[in-house]
C-alpha cells in the first residue's frame, strides 16, 4: 500500500514548533506512530531507494509534480485544505489504485468529488476540527473592518498620526445588522459569538431553517432571499460549503444589492466571490470593505487583485494567508482526525458517519450541493 501526503512546507518555522502538524516536516504527527505498527514513512526524494509507505511532499503543481507522479499509484492521498492537490477526474482517472482520499481538515472542494463518486473513492475530513478556530477569525476580522484597524495600523508603520483619517471610516459594530450566508457550524458559531456585542439583528440566509430554540438562543431571524438578505445587511460574513450552487455566489449583480458601504467576510472559499466583481465594489465604495483567508487556487498569485484592492478612503483590506482554520489548536484536531481515519482503514474498521463527504459510489453528505447517488 502506498500513501501520499502532500502538505505545505514549514521551513525553520516548523523545525522550530513541533506543534506545526500539518507541514512536511512534521507530517501530521503520524510518523512516530506509523513506525510503531511497523510502516516506513519517508519523504519523497529522487535518489532515494527506501521503500515508503506514505510519500510526503509539498509539489504539486504540473506534471512533474510529486503529487501528479505518485499518485497513480497510490492508495490512500491526504491533502489538506490549506496547499491543496487538486484531484482533478483527469487525474483519478489514472490512479488505478486510489480507493481512500482524506482531507486533514474541512473542505473537500479540491476532489472531483462526482467522479470519487463515479470510480468508488472514498472521500473523508475530519468534521468540526475547524469551527471554533474560522468562527474566532470571522469575529476578528468583521472587527477589523468596522473599526478601520489595518489602514490605522499601518499609519503608526509609517510614521504617521492622522486621527481624522482613520476616524472617518471607522464605526461601533453595536448597532449594526450581520448576516451569515450559511449557518451551518461555523455561521452558527459566529452568530454565537456576536450576541454580546449588542447587534442591532443577527440574520442568516440558508437552504435550510435552523431549529427554532437553535435560532431563538442566538437570537436570529432567517431572510429567504439572497438579494433581500444582502440588502439588509450592514456586514455579510460567507459561511457555506463551495459547490456547482455556491461558485461565484457573490457577483457583480448579487453586489449590487449589498448597501453602500457595507462590510464582506469570506473565510468559506475564495471561488464562492467573484473577484473581480469584488475589487471593483471597494474600488467604487459600493463595500467598504472586504476580508478573509482564502482565495480561488493557493498559493494565491502574487498579483491576484485581492492583495491590494482597497476602497476609496484607503482602507478596507484584510486579506491574509488561508490560516483561519489552522491555529496550532486546530492543527492537533485535525492531524489527530486523520490518523484516526487512516488507523480505522488500516484495520477495517467503520469511519465516523460526520467525516464521510463519499461512501462508496454516493454522497454521503449534502454539504456539497449533492444528492446521494446509489
Known amino acids: 500500500m502506498k500513501v501520499l501526503a502532500i502538505l505545505y512546507d514549514g521551513g525553520k518555522a516548523a523545525e522550530e514548533e513541533p506543534r506545526l502538524l500539518g507541514t512536511t516536516e512534521n507530517k501530521l504527527g503520524i510518523k512516530d506512530w506509523l513506525e510503531s505498527l511497523g510502516h516506513e514513512l519517508v519523504a519523497v526524494h529522487p535518489a532515494s531507494t527506501q521503500r515508503a509507505i506514505i510519500q510526503v511532499s509539498s509539489s504539486k503543481e504540473g506534471p512533474d509534480s510529486d503529487f501528479q507522479k505518485h499518485i497513480v499509484d497510490a492508495e490512500v492521498l491526504i491533502t489538506t485544505p490549506f496547499h491543496p492537490g487538486y484531484l482533478t477526474r483527469e487525474l483519478i482517472e489514472k490512479a488505478k489504485n486510489l480507493k481512500l482520499c482524506i482531507t486533514a481538515g474541512v473542505g473537500s472542494d479540491h476532489i472531483d468529488l462526482n467522479a470519487a463518486v463515479d470510480h468508488r473513492i472514498q472521500v473523508l475530513e475530519v468534521s468540526g476540527s475547524n469551527v471554533v478556530s474560522v468562527a474566532e477569525h470571522v469575529v476578528m476580522s468583521i472587527l477589523l473592518l468596522v473599526r478601520n484597524f489595518v489602514p490605522a495600523h499601518e499609519m503608526i508603520e509609517r510614521g504617521d498620526w492622522e486621527v481624522a483619517r482613520i476616524a472617518r471610516n471607522a464605526f461601533d459594530l453595536e448597532g449594526k445588522v450581520v448576516g451569515t450566508i450559511g449557518a451551518g457550524r461555523i455561521g452558527y458559531r459566529v452568530l454565537q459569538r456576536l450576541l454580546p456585542f449588542d447587534c442591532k439583528e443577527l440574520l442568516y440566509y440558508d437552504y435550510a431553517p435552523l431549529p427554532p430554540a437553535a435560532a431563538e438562543a442566538v437570537k436570529t431571524r432567517r431572510v429567504e432571499d439572497l438579494k433581500d438578505f444582502v440588502s439588509q445587511c450592514d456586514v455579510i460574513t460567507v459561511n457555506c460549503p463551495l459547490h456547482e450552487g455556491t461558485r461565484g455566489l457573490v457577483n457583480a449583480d448579487l453586489l449590487k444589492h449589498f448597501k453602500k458601504g457595507a462590510w464582506l467576510v469570506n473565510t468559506a472559499r475564495g471561488a464562492i466571490c467573484d473577484k473581480d466583481a469584488v475589487a471593483e465594489a471597494l474600488k467604487s465604495g459600493q463595500l467598504s470593505g472586504y476580508a478573509g483567508d482564502?482565495?480561488?487556487?493557493?498559493?494565491?498569485?502574487?498579483?491576484?487583485?485581492?492583495?491590494?484592492?482597497?476602497?476609496?478612503?484607503?482602507?478596507g483590506n484584510g486579506m491574509v494567508p488561508h490560516y483561519s482554520g489552522t491555529t496550532l489548536d486546530a492543527q492537533a484536531r485535525y492531524a489527530n482526525g486523520a490518523k484516526q481515519i487512516l488507523e480505522n482503514y488500516l484495520n477495517g474498521k467503520a469511519q465516523d458517519p460526520q467525516n464521510i463527504i463519499v461512501g462508496l459510489g454516493r454522497y454521503e453528505t449534502t454539504a456539497y450541493g449533492q444528492r446521494d447517488k446509489k
Open 294 to 315: 482564502v482565495w480561488d487556487v493557493q498559493p494565491a498569485p502574487k498579483d491576484h487583485v485581492w492583495r491590494t484592492a482597497k476602497n476609496p478612503l484607503g482602507g
